[in-house]
């Protein structure tokens, strides 16, 4: 299965401005969803973009995919304090039958 | 999505004994998951639960040290089998069922459960 990278692995901003990760896979993909993890708890799933897709919005988040490059963005917006967590990308290869594949994730912190 | 508890949502075992976490979704899901997170790391899935026969395992997993059930389509277990410190992790299980499109949606998580392996 692929191996999803993230970059950068922690980034911090401040309170407002707009935080971008990145996201890069090996191999194709069916779809790909990013989640929020706050201090090793469950995972909150906050997009699905599908390959046949380019850009998707939900609220302050912007994902974006490029499968020429095997690649992915998630831009959050205004950040707020509460948006201090771990976010990973994670792909599928067939339509969900084999799980899902992560990648490493990025620890963003927002300062107040 | 459906929702998903996970019990129990901690546990601290003694070195040599087993450990089995229950899943419970609220609705019929086709396909459940279990996933391994070890301390600072990623996650990993560790098989597919299949109702109704033998779970699909990942290159590294096996049965015997991590047997799971799936009885029906709301619930399934894992058990971590003769605990060494090395399986100190938070388990995570999982659904994912078709949206309203008829394709596959989003995967949904339980809170997982911490384990800690003394």
């Known amino acids: 299965s692929q191996q999803g990278e993230e970059d950068p692995q922690a980034l911090s901003i401040q309170e407002g401005e707009n935080a971008t990760m990145n996201c890069s896979y090996k191999?194709?993909?069916?779809?790909l969803q990013w989640y929020r993890q706050n201090s090793g708890r469950g995972l909150v799933h906050l997009i699905l973009?599908?390959?046949?897709?380019r850009e998707k919005h939900s609220g302050r988040l912007r994902v974006t995919l490029d499968t020429s490059k095997k690649s992915s963005s998630l831009l959050i917006t205004a950040s707020r304090a509460a948006d201090t967590a771990s976010y990973f990308c994670a792909t599928d290869n067939r339509s969900g039958a084999d799980g899902l594949t992560f990648g490493k994730g990025t620890h963003l912190i927002i300062q107040p | 999505s459906a929702v998903i508890s996970q019990k129990p949502s901690r546990d601290i075992c003694q070195r040599g004994t087993s450990l089995t976490i229950q899943c419970q979704v609220d609705?019929?899901?086709?396909?459940m998951f279990w996933y391994r997170q070890q301390p600072g790391q990623s996650l990993t899935l560790i098989a597919t639960?299949?109702?109704?026969?033998?779970?699909?395992?990942e290159s590294g997993f096996v049965i015997d040290k991590f047997p799971i059930s799936r009885p029906n389509l709301t619930f399934s277990t894992l058990t971590v089998s003769n605990m060494s410190p090395e399986d100190s992790s938070i388990y995570l299980c999982s659904g994912w069922d078709t949206g309203l499109a008829g394709v596959l949606d989003e995967q949904f998580f339980g809170p997982g459960t911490r384990l800690t392996v003394l």
């Open positions: 973009i599908r390959s046949n897709e």
């Open positions: 191999t194709s993909i069916n779809n």
């Open positions: 609705s019929q899901v086709t396909m």
């Open positions: 639960a299949n109702q109704g026969s033998e779970a699909t395992y």
